[in-house]
DNA sequence: TAATTATTGCAACTCGGTTGCATTTTTGAT
DNA sequence: ATCAAAAATGCAACCGAGTTGCAATAATTA
């Protein structure tokens, strides 16, 4: 995919999603709609630099209205720094491959939940440690008392 | 289950797991065996306050401890914080929901791993925003070459 | 154009987690 | 019991991820 089709797409998936384009946000845009893999948010400015002067908060800011608006996904890990990554039909939800030693995540087949499960356990390279199943929304409780919200109100 | 039965399990869990028990161990794995749903080290130490003089730092040093024998699970979240849970054959791994709005874990059927993903599916009693699967260990490109290991060497 | 609103940067901060080092406790051999 | 070696703990200082308040700038809209 050519630089400039990235720009066009960024471009568009933005005007759909309802949020202005700017020139932060394209280029952050962009560098996720590149990446082959999830990426946290050091290394994003990384490869924003030069290009594009954007301060850290700016980045922060820009990937959490992208969450909201359902343009990316967030990925966590137990190391301290979360993982992005475009959402989209094409890229479907999947499993993540992180490695203990070098920390880099790897996307899995986006084959079908069930059907991903048993690949996980027969048919990879990876030696495995440990399998992680998070799910998040809001639990009967959350749901029912409006009042009380201690965590995350917005989205 | 009893306090008294906690500490014995405790104790055996230490025994077995080959760590000498030292009271602020002891203390901390009573802890996570009383709980009904994985904790952070937050509520880990308000829970020990008063009955344990521990410094956060032995705190984590435990926890990492704990984790690298096996004796517990370490769930990664967006929101920061890592969470531990026992990790046994009785309380064996399954999926958990975190609520986006009060923050809380809680531990889903442990049935089969395919299982479990139907069912999350559909008999559930939350909103579900998002789904994440995490798998950990090593990538085949660090499992051939042990020299380079920038992230966590040790396990 | 002028007023209003949205975006960005900067500084300062919170919080989770780690590291180095000194002190205390435990272990284990004599 | 005694003493040396090793392990566990606390303390302080630190690092990195992520957030907040506010002022400055840019983009919209009237
Ligand atoms: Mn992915
Ligand atoms: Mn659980
Ligand atoms: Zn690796
Ligand atoms: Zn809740």
Redo the contacts with the bound molecule.
């Keep these: 995919m050519s630089v400039n089709s990235t720009h066009k797409d960024a471009l568009f998936k933005l005007q759909h999603a309802g ?7 394209l280029a952050v845009l962009s560098i996720l709609l590149k990446a082959k893999k999830p990426l ?3 290394t994003i400015r990384r490869l924003l630099e030069g290009k ?14 992208f969450r909201k608006r359902g343009i990316i996904r ?1 990925i966590a890990t ?5 993982y992005f990554e475009i959402a989209s039909q094409e890229n479907s939800l999947h499993p993540h491959f992180s490695c203990r030693n070098c920390g880099e995540i790897t996307c899995l087949d986006p084959l079908s939940f069930t059907h991903a499960a048993k690949l996980i356990f027969s048919k990879h390279d990876y030696s495995i440690d440990h399998i992680e199943i998070n799910i998040s929304g809001l639990c009967t409780c959350c749901r029912n008392s409006s009042k009380k919200s201690f965590y ?1 109100q917005e989205e």
């Excluded at 949020?19 to 946000?25: A, G, H, L, P, V």
């Excluded at 137990?78 to 979360?82: K, L, V």
């Design positions: 949020i202005s384009n700017t020139s932060r946000r946290n948010v050091s594009c002067n954007i301060d850290k908060v700016t980045v922060y800011r820009t990937l959490s209205l967030e137990t190391s301290g720094a979360n995350k």
